[in-house]
């Protein structure tokens, strides 16, 4: 395989879980009844969305094809806190928490990828930004579902 080959595969998987996110926070959004989640949920789905351009044009830059769709494991999550949410008392709370789940596995898959030490120099500074965004959005959840227990 070569080079240009195996790094598009690994950004294409993070590519894949973008897109999987900005869908669970299209979810999130649509499930919460506070405005203040309801405005954080878009605005990190945007945040997705735009991560999600930015891996793309990444994998084109290095001559491969970004790949299209979700996960069936993120579509599964998705439905997960779904059911979760209906059956839930406190549905903002159960929301908050698998949105901290997705948060932590998605910075831990950023960081692996960033272990790859002979990564561009443009790509290294794509997901270190990604990856630090998505610490962000974890600290900031973390401190929703606080005020909501």
């Known amino acids: 395989m070569k080079y240009s080959e195996k790094v598009a595969k ?16 299209k979810t999130a959004a649509e499930n919460v009844k506070n405005n203040d989640l309801k405005a954080y949920f878009n605005k990190r789905a945007q945040e997705r969305y735009n991560f999600g351009h930015e891996i793309k044009n990444e994998i084109k830059s290095f001559g491969e094809s970004p790949d299209k769709g979700t996960s069936v494991k993120g579509d599964l999550h998705r439905t997960w806190m779904n059911i979760k949410s209906a059956l839930s008392a406190n ?3 159960s929301i908050l928490e698998e949105t901290i789940r997705g948060e932590k596995a998605a910075a831990e898959e950023y960081t692996e990828v960033l272990k790859e ?9 794509i997901l270190k930004k990604h990856r630090d965004n998505i610490s962000e959005a974890l600290n900031d959840v973390k401190r929703f579902e606080s005020s909501f227990s």
């Open 10 to 25: 690994q950004l294409n998987e993070l590519l894949e879980k973008n897109y999987d996110a900005e869908k669970g926070y």
């Open 91 to 93: 549905s903002e709370e």
């Open 117 to 125: 030490t002979s990564l561009p120099l443009s790509t290294t500074t």
